[in-house]
């Protein structure tokens, strides 16, 4: 089994440098999260929204992990607060009526019961919501939470607008640990905005990685990496990613892929390679 790297985030909480994500996997979500901790994966990405994720068959594979000697506590979970414009309508995890900061209540309550735990490492909100003062009542709602330690640490996903971020950093009083992205082109890469999260100790974690970026995995920069380190492509950029502060999330659904997207750490990339990868990015 390929060890699996941590890095420790600005709370003081250990996080694995490779995440587990368990979007869309619907009734194979048990096995699959099972298959993945199995194979070595520590960190696992969930979020209370039944329209892209079973959250509860997470909690499943959690519960059957810890029969095989899995414990929580070697674990790095995660999981988000999903507002209600992401939500499907006709399977929202709470009362819509309710208002924002009991919404944020209920769906954390709903989580712990999916999850079969009293807390999580790491609670997310999803997206921003429509305005700075809508995003605080939810900020301040999870801050309650890590308040009395149901969430170890908070962070926010889909946050593309340096504005935004720098406004929730300002305002919280429970600092954003981590900014979970999508890492594509059309944003840059988020360029200026990794920048800043690495000035700040905020880690940034990156989805779409593999499915965003064809052109560079098929680049004859990686291919040559690839042909170098006896890696493939997909090892070089998640291992580029991680030489690059980030911290890639993966839902691979394949055996042989979860194995060797957890083996990226016996090789480095030197700081010419990291360059050539990342003029790739323009
Ligand atoms: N915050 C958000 O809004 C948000 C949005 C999307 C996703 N996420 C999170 O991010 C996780 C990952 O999602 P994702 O969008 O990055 O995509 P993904 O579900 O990880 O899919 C990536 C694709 O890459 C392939 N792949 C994985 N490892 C590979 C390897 N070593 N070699 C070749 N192909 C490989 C997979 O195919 P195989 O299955 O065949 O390996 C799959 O087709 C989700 O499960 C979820 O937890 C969050």
Redesign the pocket.
Known sequence: MADQKWLTTSAGLKMPCI???????KERTADLVSKALQAGFRGI???CQPK??DERLVGVALQRMKDQGIERGALYLQT?FTPLSGQDAGQVPYDKSSSLELQVAQSFETSTKNLQTAYVDGL?L??PLASHELTMKAWNAMEKIHKTGGARQLGI??CYDMGVIMALYADARVKPAVV???FYLETGYDADLRHWCSTRGVIYQ??????ANPRILASDTVLNLAQKYKK????IF?RYLNHSGIV???????EQ?MK??LNIFDFELSSEELNDVTLLLN
């Not at 995440?19 to 996997?25: M, P, S």
């Not at 493939?232 to 090892?235: D, I, L, N, V, Y």
């Open positions: 995440i587990y994500g368990t979007a869309w996997k990405d969930t979020a892209h994720y988000k997310l999803h997206s996903s889909n979970q992205n999508r990156s989805f779409w990685s593999l499915t493939t492509e997909a090892q998640f890639p999330l993966t839902g691979t659904c394949s892929h060797e997207d």
